[in-house]
């Protein structure tokens, strides 16, 4: 269904009281816009203190990653409900919207685990690997990490970008066998069928986002390169000018992929969506720049009753800056932050044992 004509909502049931109406800001009423400003639109200085600990991802070489936690009081941790948000690509778990999300979801009484994924937030010399959209298994790993820890009952995850193809993929690769503590999860723009995305992102009026992500993603596999010689080699990177020929060049030849058609198709949580058994939420923009959802993905997500998709006609990439509302707060400018907070809450609660 529709509201206003802004958002439509599937599977077409009744419009849920956590889903609001996306306006967005008159001046940001362009795709490109609104993804540039999410990356620097002001927001409230961010002033939890973190516990960080490092998670074990892969045993079979080591691999660890770094999470930022939050926790409740020690008497409430275990029965409040836990989100675990992940980051996309070349982000980190101080990327914006991660902390805004963080904000919210702790007022309201939740804990929190702001996850790293390989390599990223200063770890490069924690994992030999790279790490990349097929790492499902790591959100596992941290996932079931602080459940067996601390005794965690209620628990939810969060990916944006290339995190929620890592997040709908998870979901679907557990399908019906997901465990009873894990009740939700939420994707936000996720990069869900990565061949037509990365292709998107060499269109001309992408230039700027396919080499800020390239000149970064070299960087990065350059220090691998000197960090891990005897697994890299003296391998010179050759100029690449895409990111498919990165990930043709690169990512799959040094993560078990035969090539870059290889690992989008292993890699794309499109191919397991229809098995998704946990309440799910999408949000996704029409207007986003270059993350594409294939027509048969759209019917996969609307055929699996699980799937809650809620697309909207503007909001550019991870951005959904919207006007602000006369009666609403000004934390209501991140309207993706507000919608996806209102869901889990709505879908997994928070209890305080009592």
Known sequence: MSAAGKVSVEPETAWPGWLAPFEPISILRNAHLQTLAGNFW???????????EAVEVDPADGSR????????AETLRAERLTLVLVHGLEGSS????????????????????????RNCGGTDTWTPSLYHSGLSGDVDAVLRHFRSRFGLRRMAMVGYSMGGNLVLKLAGDLGSAAPDWLLAAVAVSPAADLAPSADALHEPQNWLYERNFL???????????????????????????SIREFDDRITARFSGFAGADDYYFRSS?????????????VINALDDPFIRLLPETRNRMRRNQAITIVETERGGHCAFLARKQPESHENDRHWAEATLLRFL???????DGG
């Not at 809450?345 to 209890?351: M, Q």
């Open 345 to 351: 809450l709505e879908t997994a609660g928070v209890d």
């Open 269 to 281: 949580a499109s191919q397991v969506v229809s098995r998704v058994a946990i309440p799910t939420l």
């Open 94 to 117: 101080d990327s914006l919207y991660i902390r805004g999300i963080t904000a919210r979801a702790w007022i309201a009484g939740c804990n929190v685990v702001r996850m790293n994924m």
């Open 42 to 52: 002001r927001r409230e200085p961010f002033v939890l203190r973190p516990e960080a």
């Open 65 to 72: 990653v770094l999470c930022h936690c939050h926790w409740q």
């Open 215 to 241: 000149r970064n993603l070299t960087r990065r596999f350059q220090r691998k390169v000197s960090l891990f010689p005897e697994r890299y080699g003296n391998h010179d990177i050759e100029k690449v000018h």
